[in-house]
């Protein structure tokens, strides 16, 4: 649903666009055409989306992104995204060096009856360790600009998804802004019974509350917008006429079905069930969002794991599998190996286009 308050965002999001074009702050081309990327969840898998973008900037032809949508370990790239090719550099770093003891703590018996499986703190900071002021402050001056970085997590408490533009958060100048970005990333990557729940502070009608949010990917691997937002609309108000649009999506997954022997434990059934599922709801995403992307006479590409990458992790986050899916990545990102129709089912993904 298009609310007064989501009609009120994107027409200062235009304005700001519009006066970044006429003080040469944008190009002109802004007022013609804009690119979109959306960055999928799925854990370890991350590495690819980080090796594609690091790909696509050496093919030469990577645009700058109006606005950037990122769920779970993709909102972890995302910032590194929305920021552009200079920061190819730090997004290779977070996907590469770090391992599991880099990113969570097992707390064995404990975290079978209490909040989660792992303790998120080393993830904290490792959030920490890259999200400094220079760039939330790169960030901000993005959104005086027009351009967006929107964060999905889910409102456990409500069923609700929840989308937060973090580049407004940057540019508010909160005090605790910093932490509340934090907070937002590492709600997105919160998988539930995984790792812990994380309490976001909020004012709802003036009223001060805390929400209980976990992994963004629990309602949607890939979001981008509503379906009946109706940009054109908002461009043909403010720009004169409407734009030619690109919706980019790199899934951080496979998409064809992959047979593994399952562990016959209530973690090991819990487990590849939930990858199943992730893996159905992926494909009904692409759908979706192909579906909404044709009635806007936009255009849709997509890119996911290659079926020739046939490695399997060892552990939650291993750092040698990360490394290889990011070499692939990057190849893929090169070639500009880009599909544009989405399979009904995981079992018609080997298809081509």
Same mark, same amino acid.
């Given at each position: 649903? /298009?609310?007064?308050?989501?009609?009120?965002?994107?027409?200062?999001?235009?304005?700001?666009?519009?006066?970044?074009?006429?003080?040469?702050?944008?190009?002109?081309?802004?007022?013609?055409?804009?690119?979109?990327?959306?960055?999928?969840?799925?854990?370890?898998?991350?590495?690819? +989306?980080?090796?594609?973008?690091?790909?696509?900037?050496?093919?030469?032809?990577?645009?700058?992104?109006? /606005?950037?949508?990122?769920?779970?370990?993709? +909102?972890?790239? +995302?910032? @590194?995204?929305?920021?552009?090719?200079?920061?190819?550099?730090? %997004?290779?770093?977070?996907?590469?060096?770090?391992?599991?003891?880099?990113?969570?703590? &097992?707390?064995?018996? +404990?975290?079978?009856?209490?909040?989660?499986?792992?303790?998120?703190?080393?993830?904290?900071?490792?959030? &920490?360790?890259?999200?400094?002021?220079?760039?939330?402050?790169?960030?901000?001056?993005?959104?005086?600009?027009?351009?967006?970085?929107?964060?999905?997590?889910?409102?456990?408490?409500?069923?609700?998804?929840?989308?937060?533009?973090?580049?407004?958060?940057?540019?508010?100048?909160?005090?605790?802004?910093?932490?509340?970005?934090?907070?937002?990333?590492?709600?997105?990557?919160?998988?539930?019974?995984? @790792?812990?729940?994380?309490?976001?502070?909020?004012?709802?009608?003036?009223?001060?509350?805390?929400?209980?949010?976990?992994?963004?990917?629990?309602?949607?691997?890939?979001?981008?917008?509503?379906?009946?937002?109706?940009? &054109?609309? @908002?461009?043909?108000?403010?720009?004169?006429?409407?734009?030619?649009?690109? %919706?980019?999506?790199?899934?951080?997954?496979?998409?064809?079905?992959?047979?593994?022997?399952?562990?016959?434990?209530?973690?090991?059934?819990?487990?590849?069930?939930?990858?199943?599922?992730?893996?159905?709801?992926? /494909?009904?995403?692409? /759908?979706?969002?192909?579906?909404?992307?044709?009635?806007?006479?936009?255009?849709?590409?997509?890119?996911?794991?290659?079926?020739?990458?046939?490695? &399997?992790?060892?552990?939650?986050?291993?750092?040698?599998?990360?490394?290889?899916?990011?070499?692939?990545?990057?190849?893929?990102?090169?070639?500009?190996?880009?599909?544009?129709?989405?399979?009904?089912?995981?079992?018609?993904?080997?298809?081509?286009?």
């Amino acid at each position: 649903m /298009v609310t007064p308050e989501i009609r009120s965002v994107i027409e200062r999001q235009y304005e700001q666009a519009y006066q970044a074009v006429l003080s040469g702050r944008r190009p002109a081309s802004a007022l013609r055409h804009a690119d979109f990327l959306a960055i999928s969840g799925g854990g370890a898998d991350g590495a690819f +989306a980080a090796g594609y973008l690091t790909g696509w900037t050496e093919r030469g032809d990577r645009p700058q992104f109006e /606005v950037v949508t990122g769920v779970s370990t993709g +909102a972890l790239a +995302a910032p @590194f995204a929305f920021l552009g090719p200079r920061y190819d550099g730090q %997004l290779q770093e977070v996907f590469t060096l770090y391992g599991d003891s880099d990113i969570y703590n &097992s707390l064995g018996l +404990a975290g079978v009856i209490g909040r989660g499986l792992y303790d998120s703190a080393p993830l904290r900071r490792l959030i &920490s360790r890259y999200l400094i002021d220079e760039m939330i402050e790169a960030i901000a001056t993005e959104y005086q600009r027009g351009r967006r970085l929107l964060i999905q997590t889910t409102n456990i408490d409500a069923q609700r998804p929840v989308v937060w533009d973090l580049s407004a958060v940057a540019a508010s100048q909160w005090p605790e802004r910093r932490e509340r970005m934090i907070d937002i990333l590492l709600a997105s990557a919160a998988i539930p019974a995984v @790792f812990p729940p994380v309490r976001i502070d909020v004012q709802v009608d003036g009223a001060r509350r805390e929400e209980l949010h976990v992994d963004g990917g629990t309602v949607a691997q890939i979001f981008f917008a509503p379906p009946d937002i109706g940009l &054109s609309r @908002f461009e043909r108000r403010r720009f004169g006429g409407t734009r030619s649009r690109t %919706l980019y999506l790199i899934r951080n997954g496979r998409l064809l079905p992959q047979y593994a022997t399952t562990e016959e434990t209530v973690i090991g059934i819990a487990r590849r069930a939930i990858e199943t599922l992730v893996k159905y709801q992926t /494909v009904s995403d692409l /759908v979706r969002l192909q579906l909404q992307t044709t009635a806007a006479r936009a255009r849709l590409f997509y890119a996911a794991i290659p079926d020739r990458f046939t490695l &399997s992790a060892k552990s939650e986050f291993d750092r040698d599998y990360m490394q290889q899916l990011f070499a692939v990545g990057q190849e893929e990102g090169r070639r500009g190996s880009w599909r544009t129709k989405p399979p009904l089912t995981p079992i018609q993904a080997g298809s081509t286009d």
